[in-house]
């Protein structure tokens, strides 16, 4: 014998196959309603162009949710399209998830869309030198919820090697991560900071997120042979001159100094 569950049909509770479609008139108006007034959205997601490119991204994912790593179903815009129309084909605003991430997802938009909830949050972006204190000022200046993206951190975590060492299949993993964090935080307003600890400064920051966020942007400037002489009591062994040398030339307009030491 199939299960059964409870739906209602014309307003009346009704028991059917668990299986059976049962379409309510909740979800009969709404699709009217689509069909009406909004065209050229239902257009949009029925077309070869939009098949081309959900197929695109499943596969750049690798067919995972983005979020909890199941078994994706679906292709998601992190910033609406109903918000950003000119955005619905970027592939930096599209996310593969399982239908519960997408659900969850969904239940928050519409609680900035109705609630009048508001983007807080500050991206922050921290560069300097190696050993400069990029760190340091970071735990200076954290909240209790805060996220932080530290490449160096991350590379140890994965390794196991000392700070600054590492392997190139790894920074693969890392950067992955990095491009994925991007994207989901255009849409993102948990946090009250978000930290990125970075050596150079990364225009994609910027280019991917200026529109939704307010960016800070903080180098740490430190005497270079004090760096290098702690890089050197911690036993990490990196081609310092050359970074130094690619710091120098670095364009940090619009950076706020913190000097360190």
Same mark, same amino acid.
């Given at each position: 014998m199939k ?5 209602f049909?014309?307003g009346?509770?009704?028991?059917? +196959? ?13 699709n ?5 007034? $909004? +065209?050229?959205?239902?257009?949009? %997601? ?9 197929q ?12 909890? *790593? ?10 609406? @399209?109903?918000?950003?129309w ?9 996310q +593969?998830?399982?239908? /519960?991430?997408?659900?969850? =997802?969904?239940k928050r938009?519409?609680?900035?869309h109705?609630? /009048?909830? $508001? @983007?807080?949050?500050?991206i922050n972006?921290?560069? *300097? ?7 340091t %000022?970071? =735990? ?6 805060d996220?932080? %993206?530290?490449?160096?951190?991350? !590379?140890?975590a994965?390794? *196991?090697?000392? !700070?600054?060492? /590492?392997n ?9 991560? #990095? ?8 849409? $993102? ?12 400064p990364?225009?994609r920051?910027?280019?991917?997120? @200026? ?5 800070n ?11 290098e ?6 036993? $990490?062994q990196? +081609? #310092? ?6 710091f ?5 307009t /619009?950076?706020?100094?913190v000097k360190? *030491?």
């Amino acid at each position: 014998m199939k299960p059964t569950k409870l739906t209602f049909i014309n307003g009346k509770p009704t028991l059917v +196959s668990y299986d059976k479609v049962v379409r309510t008139d909740n979800d009969k108006a709404y699709n009217f309603h689509r069909n009406v007034e $909004e +065209s050229d959205y239902v257009k949009f %997601y029925h077309s070869t162009e939009w098949k081309h490119k959900r197929q695109e991204i499943l596969e750049r994912d690798y067919g995972l949710c983005q979020r909890c *790593g199941m078994d994706a179903e679906l292709v998601d815009h992190i910033i609406p @399209s109903k918000d950003d129309w000119n955005d619905r084909l970027n592939n930096d605003n599209l996310q +593969s998830l399982c239908r /519960g991430c997408h659900k969850i =997802k969904t239940k928050r938009e519409w609680m900035k869309h109705h609630k /009048g909830m $508001e @983007s807080y949050m500050n991206i922050n972006i921290v560069c *300097g030198l190696p050993a400069s204190g990029k760190t340091t %000022y970071v =735990k200076r200046h954290m909240t209790e919820h805060d996220l932080i %993206y530290d490449y160096d951190e991350l !590379m140890h975590a994965l390794s *196991g090697l000392p !700070m600054q060492q /590492g392997n190139h299949d790894i920074h693969d993993y890392i950067t992955l991560f #990095f491009d994925q964090l991007l994207r989901k935080l255009k849409a $993102e307003q948990t946090f009250n900071n978000v930290w990125i600890i970075k050596t150079l400064p990364d225009k994609r920051i910027d280019t991917l997120l @200026s529109n939704y966020h307010r960016i800070n942007h903080i180098v740490i400037v430190a005497d270079p042979n004090i760096c290098e002489e702690r890089l050197r009591e911690r036993k $990490e062994q990196i +081609s #310092f001159q050359k970074i130094l040398n690619s710091f120098k030339t670095a364009d940090f307009t /619009g950076y706020r100094v913190v000097k360190n *030491g």
